[in-house]
């Protein structure tokens, strides 16, 4: 009876460990896919033209203040202290303003960007999902946090990707 157990659970373990290595992993660069998205693509040149308009306001911002000191610096001596006063708050508050545009400026682009990569990363995802499991992939990994690898036993899903994906080498160098 013993021996019987001990070849039941042998045979388990040698069946399990089959079954194990018979488990198919992929890789994939998702960088290289999502750079190769039209819609990236689409997103950059939105998101370049956000920051161009809020550098032009602080820029705008900026000459005017730069004009206002150096008129204060210029008539600093033939003002009053009264003058001077209401000068300089208004110099302080001017770069308080610009300080704030700015940072009002990155907030923005940083949220523009998550709103409109936000629709690209999950059309990804849902192709690399969805090429993994037609390929019967047990994992799927990141090339970029990977040290090692052995190529023969990880399949490159990059390319079924941008396949699932509609990107050719031709859409995705423009």
């Keep these: 009876m013993k021996k019987v157990l001990k070849l039941a659970v042998m045979a388990v373990m040698v069946l399990s460990s ?7 992993l992929g890789r994939i ?16 040149a939105k998101l370049e033209a956000s920051a161009k308009e809020w550098q032009e306001n602080i820029e ?19 003002m ?6 209401v000068k300089e708050k208004e110099l302080q ?23 409109l990569m936000t629709p690209v990363l999950e059309k990804a995802q849902a192709a690399i999902k969805s090429v993994a499991q037609a390929n019967g992939m047990l994992a799927v990994f990141e090339d ?4 090692y690898f052995d190529e023969v036993n990880m399949t490159n899903l990059t390319p079924l990707v941008k396949k699932e994906l509609g990107i050719t080498e031709t859409t995705a160098a423009n």
């Design 144 to 147: 970029a946090a990977m040290i």
């Design 18 to 24: 089959t079954t194990l290595f018979a488990q198919k």
């Design 93 to 115: 508050d001017m770069s308080n303003r610009g300080r704030e545009l700015q940072g009002l400026a990155q907030q923005a682009i940083a949220q523009e960007e998550q709103e």
């Design 29 to 44: 660069n998702t960088q290289e896919v999502l750079l190769a998205m039209p819609e990236t693509k689409e997103a950059q």
């Design 60 to 78: 705008a911002a900026q000459v005017e203040f730069n004009n206002k000191f150096a008129d204060y610096q210029k008539n600093m001596n033939t």
């Design 80 to 85: 009053s202290d009264g003058v001077r006063q």
